[in-house]
T-cell receptor, first 112, second 112 residues
Framework: AQSVTQPDIHITVSEGASLELRCNYSYGATPYLFWYVQSPGQGLQLLLKYFSGDTLVQGIKGFEAEFKRSQSSFNLRKPSVHWSDAAEYFCAVGEGGNQFYFGTGTSLTVIP | KAGVTQTPRYLIKTRGQQVTLSCSPISGHRSVSWYQQTPGQGLQFLFEYFSETQRNKGNFPGRFSGRQFSNSRSEMNVSTLELGDSALYLC???????????FGEGSWLTVV
């Protein structure tokens, strides 16, 4: 069965510092991979997605993610974090239909 | 283009009651899926509808049901509410299979 692991429950970074959120997945074929962000009391907003092709994908708000098949990973990165990036981040894998599997999320705190 | 719209946004119900939540997908999207989000279990897939047919169902009891109408709008129903049903219920829509799903802001259900 498909699964997604986000090993870091909570991360704290200083504003302006770089950020990397980890995501590992378990899936037999090449999955569709996504990162979503959720602000308190809100729904999930798509940051970026990987379907195929270039393994480094660019998203909104300056985020990028790299698909590494050998490591079954899809880590999210940002070179310089802004205070407004504080939120919950979810990694998800889809299998071609519209049933998605989500990680448990990583809560990001940004220190001024 | 309007996003995914969910109503009501907040509601409080008593144990044993039933509740119906509504979701209007993005115009042109024919797939609607539902997720339950709780602090302990994270995001869990409930079911997915496409062209009025349920295609996938998650591991939830029969108290959870849904339907989709010819205009792609969807409803989910939870009967005989339990305290553990308190959660954020998220609806997502997609244009086609394997594509990105877009979330609404959710319906917050509190069962007392």
């Amino acid at each position: 069965a498909q699964s997604v692991t986000q090993p870091d429950i909570h991360i704290t970074v200083s504003e302006g510092a770089s950020l990397e959120l980890r995501c590992n997945y378990s899936y037999g074929a090449t999955p569709y991979l996504f990162w979503y962000v959720q602000s308190p009391g809100q729904g999930l907003q798509l940051l970026l997605k990987y379907f195929s092709g270039d393994t480094l994908v660019q998203g909104i708000k300056g985020f990028e993610a790299e698909f590494k098949r050998s490591q079954s990973s899809f880590n999210l990165r940002k070179p310089s974090v802004h205070w407004s990036d504080a939120a919950e981040y979810f990694c998800a894998v889809g299998e071609g239909g519209n049933q998605f599997y989500f990680g448990t999320g990583t809560s990001l705190t940004v220190i001024p | 283009k309007a996003g995914v719209t969910q109503t009501p946004r907040y509601l409080i119900k008593t144990r044993g009651q039933q509740v119906t939540l509504s979701c209007s997908p993005i115009s042109g999207h024919r797939s609607v899926s539902w997720y339950q989000q709780t602090p302990g279990q994270g995001l869990q897939f409930l079911f997915e509808y496409f062209s009025e047919t349920q295609r996938n169902k998650g591991n939830f009891p029969g108290r959870f049901s849904g339907r989709q109408f010819s205009n792609s709008r969807s409803e989910m129903n939870v009967s005989t509410l339990e305290l553990g049903d308190s959660a954020l219920y998220l609806c997502a829509s997609s244009f086609k299979d394997g594509n990105t799903i877009y979330f609404g802001e959710g319906s917050w259900l509190t069962v007392v």
